[in-house]
């Protein structure tokens, strides 16, 4: 069955500095993958949409890769901020039935 | 511009006691919709989700259903709350790849 495999650990990184976060998918081919911002007790929110055909997509301070050989994404959030912290769950897709499967995410904390 | 809402934002409930949540969305047609529900620290399970009025279909059989009575609402129920119902239940929507979602839902089974 599909797989997503994003780091549990929290990741800790200083203000100013780039984070880094990986979201790794086994067992299917995704057309694309997506990447959400999610705070605490609220709702996802919808970040950036990486087609297989791209290589690389950026919005402002966020950049997203897309490897289908190594099927991997990796999410980059340049010159980081305290209010960069948050959950990032990543979604490949099309799951089964066409829904949408997301990974558990990945906490990041910013300090000042 | 699109919204969706949900209602209540947090609910305490005895066991065995009904559910009932909804969710409605405003400024889109023919939306797909979704229930999500979110253990603490845990990922998004999808519980139920929906491509157009009457259809749904079930991805975790357990004691919740779901009903889409009109083209923008959908209502999670229980005829039975139990412990393990507890958590934070999301509504989505999309009409694309990308899903919305509502605010949330807190529920509390004790």
């Known amino acids: 069955s599909q797989k997503i495999e994003q780091n549990s650990e929290a990741l800790n990184i200083q203000e100013g500095k780039t984070a880094t976060l990986t979201c790794n998918y086994t067992n299917y081919s995704p057309a694309y993958l997506q990447w959400y911002r999610q705070d605490p007790g609220r709702g996802p929110v919808f970040l950036l949409l990486?087609?297989?055909?791209?290589k690389e997509k950026r919005k402002e301070r966020l950049k997203v890769t897309f490897d289908t050989t190594l099927k991997q994404s990796l999410f980059h959030i340049t010159a980081s901020q305290p209010a960069d912290s948050a959950t990032y769950l990543c979604?490949?897709?099309?799951?089964?039935?066409?829904?949408?499967?997301f990974g558990a995410g990945t906490r990041l904390f910013v300090k000042a | 511009s699109q919204t969706i809402h949900q209602w209540p934002a947090t609910l305490v409930q005895p066991v065995g006691s009904p559910l009932s949540l909804e969710c409605t969305v405003e400024?889109?047609?023919?939306?797909?919709l979704y229930w999500y529900r979110q253990a603490a620290g845990r990922g998004l399970q999808l519980l139920f989700y929906?491509?157009?009025?009457?259809?749904i279909s079930s991805e975790v059989p357990q004691n919740l259903s779901a009903s889409r009575p009109q083209d923008r609402q959908f209502i999670l129920s229980s005829k039975k709350l139990l412990l393990s119902d507890s958590g934070f239940y999301l509504c989505a929507w999309s009409t694309t790849h990308e899903q919305y979602f509502g605010p949330g839902t807190r529920l509390t089974v004790t």
């Open positions: 929906s491509v157009g009025i009457g259809q």
């Open positions: 979604a490949p897709g099309p799951g089964p039935g066409f829904k949408t499967i």
């Open positions: 990486i087609r297989e055909n791209e």
């Open positions: 400024g889109t047609s023919n939306p797909n």
